[in-house]
């Protein structure tokens, strides 16, 4: 279990060290979701025909989305006015159009965070065009490779959170 742990949530590190940045920025901190929201989002899923992977879950259970530096990881339960601009994984899908049957678990710069229904891998594609951007085995895959590039991109800029903050 804890080898299956370990490869599910290798997106962890990416993660906190983008969190940290939004601390740094001065964003509230997410929180994490609970089994009765995660229920639900279960249930809104089936309404909509979306595709969810257990990964999600343990992203959830961590951070309930994200909204730092444009990485939008929608979240289960988000009101539409949500102070800290996340987005509701069930309405982003309701209402993003080029989603077909595909299942959209995010977006980030100008694209859209997606698995593909046909062949159940996962994407990143372009908003504008729609091509594949870059294609990934699992969203764990996914994940830590968005999050380490966002992070890339903040350390370029800002050299870490702790220069940010302090």
């Given amino acids: 279990?804890?080898?299956e742990?370990?490869?599910?949530?290798?997106w962890r590190p990416a993660l906190e060290r983008y969190l940290a940045y939004a601390r740094a920025?001065?964003?509230?901190?997410?929180?994490?979701?609970q089994e009765a929201e995660l229920v639900h989002l279960r249930g809104r899923a089936r309404e909509l025909g979306l595709e969810l992977v257990p990964?999600?879950?343990?992203?959830?259970?961590v951070v309930n989305g994200t909204s730092l530096s444009a990485v939008r990881l929608y979240g289960a339960n988000i009101?539409?006015?949500?102070?800290?601009g996340r987005f509701d994984f069930?309405?982003?899908?309701?209402?993003?159009e080029e989603r077909g049957s595909d299942t959209i678990y995010g977006e980030w710069q100008d694209?859209?965070?997606?698995?593909?229904?046909?062949?159940?891998?996962f994407e990143r594609r372009s908003k504008v065009t729609a091509d594949v951007l870059a294609s990934y085995d699992s969203l764990a895959d996914m994940l830590t490779a968005v999050f380490?590039?966002?992070?890339?991109?903040?350390?370029?800029?800002?050299?870490?959170?702790?220069?940010?903050s302090g």
Avoid: K, W
């Fill in 1 to 3: 279990m804890a080898e």
């Fill in 5 to 10: 742990e370990a490869v599910t949530e290798r």
């Fill in 25 to 33: 920025f001065g964003q509230p901190e997410c929180p994490r979701v």
């Fill in 55 to 61: 990964e999600l879950f343990d992203f959830l259970r």
């Fill in 79 to 84: 009101a539409e006015d949500d102070v800290l």
């Fill in 90 to 96: 069930g309405y982003a899908n309701e209402i993003i």
């Fill in 111 to 121: 694209d859209f965070l997606v698995r593909e229904h046909r062949s159940g891998r």
């Fill in 148 to 164: 380490e590039e966002a992070c890339s991109a903040l350390d370029a800029r800002h050299g870490s959170p702790e220069r940010i």
